[in-house]
């Protein structure tokens, strides 16, 4: 083995163990809360190391890459799509995707639940908020989100499982936890309305920076890149 798989390993066991100690800090049990391996721009044999350390949940955010990666990596592998989706690459990845985190549109919805329906499968989406209400992100605003999951709901074979955010970048993370609470506040306010296929057991949030206060305000999902392969680098 060399060094850069090695330390995979390492950034896993320590990403886990932090995420295990927000869990106990919150009174919560550990296997409520799932690790996405966010491996975006991290070539093949990082993830294969990753998977063989155990991750069986990959995120990435471009459909190219991800549908890539599909067709080489072992078959029981869950694939998140956590980044914007346009409404002509819906139809690469039904069929392939466990999840799609990113759907803020009544249109990208109808999309998927056609392809959804054409293929004869089920999908599974969370609603993208941007409950920070930053004009650079995508996303519903918070007042907007039940309507849309109304919405959704409505429509063929597609499933809205809960929520999803992507908080501001900070360099202290309690800034961010006033958006954690918010989400939970949506998704508990969403759930009361009982709407039918919609179940709101999903909270997306926390990523390298702040996926500790993300566990200790009720994140199911965290999405970790750097934390876990490093860097990125862009070319
Ligand atoms: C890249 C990305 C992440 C992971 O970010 P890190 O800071 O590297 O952990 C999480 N969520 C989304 C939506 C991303 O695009």
Redesign the pocket.
Known sequence: MNEVPDLIQENLKSVQEHMENACRRARREPREVTL?A?S?TKPIEMLKEAYETGCRDF?E?KVQELVDKYEVMPKDIRWHM??HLQRNKVKYLVGKVYLI??VDSFRLAEEISREAVKKGVDVNVLVEVNVAGEESKFGTTCEETLDLVRKIAGLPRVFVKGL?T?AP?VENSEENRQYFVNLRKLSVDIKKQNIDNVSMEVL?MG???D?EVAVEEGATYI???????G??TYL
Do not use: L, Q
């Not at 999405?223 to 392969?229: C, D, E, L, N, P």
């Open positions: 996405i966010v975006k995120g955010n956590i980044g985190h990113s999803m992507i970048y997306s990523m390298t920076g996926y999405r970790v890149g750097t934390g876990i392969f860097e990125r």
